[in-house]
Structure formats: structure tokens, C-alpha cells
């Protein structure tokens, strides 16, 4: 209308504070650059990371790459409002991942979306990742920071990861190789990792009606801190192992627990048996079956049950592996054996 003064909007009083956004980056700067070796040739805050690929090493380079998230195990930050080490398990579940066919990791990108951008705590999540990162023995070289208020509420957030690694074609690990005899091994897990926190929510917060701060006399802490424990990442152990000795399988225990993961490499005709009583399963799982009321084989298909990455090796390896294990002061277990069958996996506890 003639007269009428026209209302002025910008971008902040949208919901979205550039200003933000742009102490973010001066807040995350030093703390990205641990991560970075002499391959890594572009700084934070560009439009794209570059990384200079070493192909000398290789004879015919295969890139692998893996993306996943954290699930709904973000709830237990937004909980606790605790936010440095959720990162950790985005990386840890997306280099887990590549790790399964022998892949070194390079470098990682992440991706935060939020409804509302508050750089402190955007950079406490960048800490868990950088802090990840490093565990990996990989770069953080870009990632993204949305602030997309309207889609989610002014405290949540969503994480994501994308990890890219490297592996000679003649080295890739798919399994193929595993015959009857071979030798199972399992590397411990640091707890529940990332996998099966909608039925851990439900049975905690839902069922027992605990509060994140409730003591466990059984877990020495509170619920809150164990189930926020970051995943365990396996660059270290698993790729010293494949630089050293002619590894035919790995498996990351991941969502499905045992009965998804581990048939996904085991040849048709073939039946990976494990011996569940080898298994020093952490005080957790038993605590989450009891309350809940979850079957066995519920708990082997939802959850690691105390062993994250799984290793296949030919009887010929086994003995220097498991002596190697040893001399480097890792835990493992001597799971079981491959054997004749169609199932796939089979467990038992004797």
C-alpha cells in the first residue's frame, strides 16, 4: 500500500548467522591441520580438499571408498549435551567399513547439518573427528556445515562421513580366497560402537525409565557414558596385519551384528562356526538382554557383542598371526573355524 514501509529481511533473521559459520572455521583451523601429512595440499575452508595420491607404492591402485553415520546414537549427545567424541564414531564406521577389503585410508570429509549453528559446539563435534581421524591415520581435508533452521530443532544436528582409502588390485581382500579349515579371529570391540541404539533407547530410557546420569553399579559409571563410548577403529592392528601376513577375510561387526555380517564373505558352501563362549562379552549386552528380554540370537543379529572386526586366515598364517597379535600386546580370540555348509555363519557356546 501507498505509504506502507516495506519490511527489510537478511539472512540471520531467516535463521541462518553467516557470522557464525565464519568463527567456525577460525575455531577448527588448528585443530584440522594435526591431521595433515605433505599429501594434503589444500587448507581448511575452500571449496574442495586435494590430496596428492602416491601411485609409486602401487602397482595398479584401486580406490575404495565408504560413507555412513552415527544412527540414532546422536540422541545420547543431544542428551548429554556432550558432543567431542560423537565425530570419533563417524569416522570410525566409515573406515571400518573400507577396511574390510584391505584399503589403507587416506582422507575424510564430514557433513553436519543443524538447525541452528553455534560454532563452539560445531567445533567440539569437529574435535571428535579430528581426534578420529588421527586414530585412523588419515587426513580431514573439507567437510560441510549446514545450518538449516525449519528442518531441524535449535539442538539437533545430523553427522555424516565420507573416508576414502587405497589398496592394490592384487591385495584386495572379498573373501574369495576362504576355504574349509581357515581360522577365525575377533579384535574386541570398546562397547555397543554405533549400531542398535533405537532398541537400546527403548529398552534404557523407555523401559527401565533411567535418566542419561544414572549410575550402574555393574558398569562402574553412569548409563549416559557407556553407551556414549566412542566406536573402536581398527586402521592400526588390521593394516599392520595386512602389510605382514595374507589375510582372506575381514569383517566389520556392524549392523546385523553376526548373522548379516559375517555370510557377506564367506564362499558359497562354506560356514564360518564361532564359539560365542570365547567371547569376553562386555557387562552391556548382558545388562540390555536382561532388561529387555531380547533373545540370543536377537542380540548376535543386532549388536558386536564384544568383537568388532573379525579376521579369516589360512592354517598356514595362523599361528605367526595370532604370535604377532601377541607380541604387539592386542587382544583377540580364536573364534572358530571355516568349515562345509550352506548356513553361512553358525554360533555356538561351549
Known amino acids: 500500500m501507498k505509504g506502507e514501509r516495506k519490511l527489510s529481511l537478511n539472512y540471520k533473521e531467516a535463521g541462518v548467522d553467516k557470522e ?3 568463527k567456525q572455521v577460525q575455531l577448527i583451523k588448528d585443530m584440522v591441520k594435526r591431521t595433515h601429512g605433505p599429501q594434503v595440499l589444500s587448507d581448511i575452508g575452500g571449496f574442495a580438499g586435494l590430496f596428492q595420491l602416491d601411485t609409486k607404492s602401487y602397482k595398479e591402485p584401486v580406490l575404495v571408498s565408504g560413507t555412513d553415520g552415527v ?3 546422536l540422541k545420547l549427545a543431544f542428551m548429554m549435551d556432550k558432543h567431542n567424541s560423537i565425530g570419533e564414531d563417524c569416522v570410525a564406521m566409515c573406515v571400518n567399513d573400507i577396511l574390510w577389503q584391505g584399503a589403507r585410508p587416506l582422507f575424510f570429509l564430514d557433513y553436519i547439518a543443524t538447525g541452528k549453528l553455534v560454532a563452539e559446539k560445531m567445533a567440539s563435534i569437529v574435535e571428535g573427528v579430528v581426534s578420529g581421524c588421527q586414530k585412523a591415520a588419515c587426513a580431514l581435508i573439507g567437510g560441510e556445515t549446514a545450518e538449516m533452521p525449519g528442518f531441524y530443532g535449535h539442538d539437533e544436528y545430523d553427522l555424516a562421513g565420507f573416508a576414502l582409502g587405497i589398496v592394490d588390485k592384487g591385495k584386495i581382500i572379498d573373501g574369495s580366497a576362504i576355504e574349509e579349515g581357515d581360522h577365525i579371529i575377533g579384535l574386541p570391540s570398546s562397547g555397543l560402537h554405533s549400531n542398535g541404539y533405537s532398541l537400546v533407547r527403548k529398552i534404557v530410557f523407555e523401559k527401565m525409565k533411567m535418566e542419561v546420569d544414572h549410575y550402574v553399579e555393574e558398569l562402574g559409571k553412569s548409563i549416559g557414558e557407556e553407551l556414549l563410548t566412542p566406536t573402536r577403529i581398527y586402521t592400526r592392528p588390521i593394516y599392520d596385519l595386512v602389510e605382514r601376513f595374507a589375510i582372506k ?7 546385523g551384528g ?8 564367506i564362499p558359497k558352501g562354506l560356514t564360518a562356526h564361532i564359539n560365542t563362549a570365547k567371547i569376553d562379552t562386555p557387562v552391556i549386552f548382558d545388562l540390555l538382554q536382561e532388561w529387555g528380554n531380547i533373545e ?10 564384544g568383537i568388532g572386526m573379525v579376521i579369516v586366515v589360512g592354517k598356514d598364517e595362523f599361528h605367526r598371526l595370532v604370535n604377532y597379535l601377541g607380541e604387539l600386546g592386542e ?3 580364536v573364534l572358530g573355524q571355516v568349515e562345509k555348509g ?5 554360533l555356538w557356546h561351549q
Open 331 to 333: 587382544e583377540f580370540v
Open 296 to 305: 540370543r540370537e536377537e542380540m548376535y543379529g543386532t549388536f558386536n557383542m
Open 342 to 346: 550352506d548356513e553361512g555363519v553358525v
Open 249 to 255: 577375510g575381514l569383517i566389520h561387526i556392524t549392523g
Open 71 to 73: 544412527g540414532t546414537k
Open 20 to 22: 557464525e559459520g565464519y
Open 258 to 265: 553376526f548373522y548379516e555380517n559375517i555370510p557377506r564373505i
